[in-house]
Nanobody, 123 residues
Framework: QVQLVESGGGLVQAGGSLRLSCVAS????????MGWYRQAPGKQRELVAL???????KDADSVKGRFTISRENAKNTVYLQMNSLRPEDTAVYYC?????????????????WGQGTLVTVSS
């Protein structure tokens, strides 16, 4: 079983900063990528940023230059540093894991979502 535990959400004023963390645990053999997605009320879930096992990153245009994704491989942890926050960044932020897991000697690809953490940016 694989679990993701997110932390770091909260209420912040426009222009402020927050740092989200996500720790993956369980029978993980290798991680292909970890990322952050967000879903605002009435909108579809969208990619914010992701980072691959090789360190390549992909950011949504709306967060370029403001958000930075990073990863601590030894701790199976991914971070999202969010600066210059705007009211339109208000959403529930979800951590996503794309990994190869092992269960009773069998390997399989697995995608896991965290429970979400709320980020609210006030104007």
């Amino acid at each position: 079983q694989v679990q993701l535990v997110e932390s770091g959400g909260g209420l912040v004023q426009a222009g402020g900063s927050l740092r989200l963390s996500c720790v993956a645990s369980g029978s993980i053999f290798s991680i292909n990528a970890m990322g952050w997605y967000r879903q605002a009320p009435g909108k579809q879930r969208e990619l914010v940023a992701l980072i691959t096992s090789l360190g390549s990153t992909k950011d949504a245009d709306s967060v370029k230059g403001r958000f930075t994704i990073s990863r601590e491989n030894a701790k199976n942890t991914v971070y999202l540093q969010m600066n210059s926050l705007r009211p339109e960044d208000t959403a529930v932020y979800y951590c996503n894991l794309d990994a190869l897991v092992v269960t009773m000697g069998a390997y399989r690809h697995l995608e896991v979502w965290g429970q979400g953490t709320l980020v609210t940016v006030s104007s």
